[in-house]
């Protein structure tokens, strides 16, 4: 794999692994390169066949690989994620359907650490939310208090002249 290519495939998956979504940033080094189809099974050396994967997803998907089953593992940028697999409010990904069931089972995608790291990234959310909305508050009072104040000198620049 050429660096261009490499380079081009980390940005097209935001330097996050395809299959659990964890950064590479979180684990200190870039992450693997995934053949979606493996190349035991026929599956191309080229970028459309590529999934951007941490060390453990690829472990774990190893050379899988059922294309028409409802057994298979989801395609991060083909399939709509959304449809079989929903993430519940403490972390846990939940199956909305069979094959959303055999992803999260065969990927290991409620192991203990990634669980952990999307409740820790829902909270983080949550908190850069209430920050925004306290700096708009701020921005706010701060804007009252300069009304107060200029509505006092006011008062006291028309005070002097009587």
Not at 11 to 25: D, K, N, S, T
Not at 30 to 51: C, F, I, M
Not at 90 to 112: E, K, P, Q, S, Y
């Amino acid at each position: 794999m050429h660096d261009d290519d490499r380079k081009s495939l980390r940005l097209r998956f935001r330097f996050r692994c395809g299959y659990c979504g964890v950064h590479e940033r979180d684990v200190g080094a870039e992450l693997t390169v995934d053949h979606y189809q493996p190349r035991s099974k026929g599956g191309a050396h080229e970028p459309a066949n590529w999934v951007y994967c941490c060390h453990a997803c690829n472990e774990f998907k190893v050379a899988y690989w059922q294309p028409d089953s409802p057994y298979r593992i989801l395609h991060p940028q083909r399939d709509d994620l959304a449809t079989h697999v929903i993430e519940e409010e403490d972390g846990m990904l939940r199956a909305l359907t069979d094959t959303g069931a055999f992803h999260i089972g065969r990927l290991h995608l409620n192991r203990v650490p990634l669980v952990e790291h999307r409740r820790e990234r829902r909270l983080q959310e949550e908190l850069r939310q209430a920050q925004a909305i306290e700096r708009e508050r701020l921005k706010e009072l701060l804007e009252r208090v300069r009304k107060v104040m200029a509505g006092i000198r006011d008062l006291q620049f028309g005070e002097r002249d009587l």
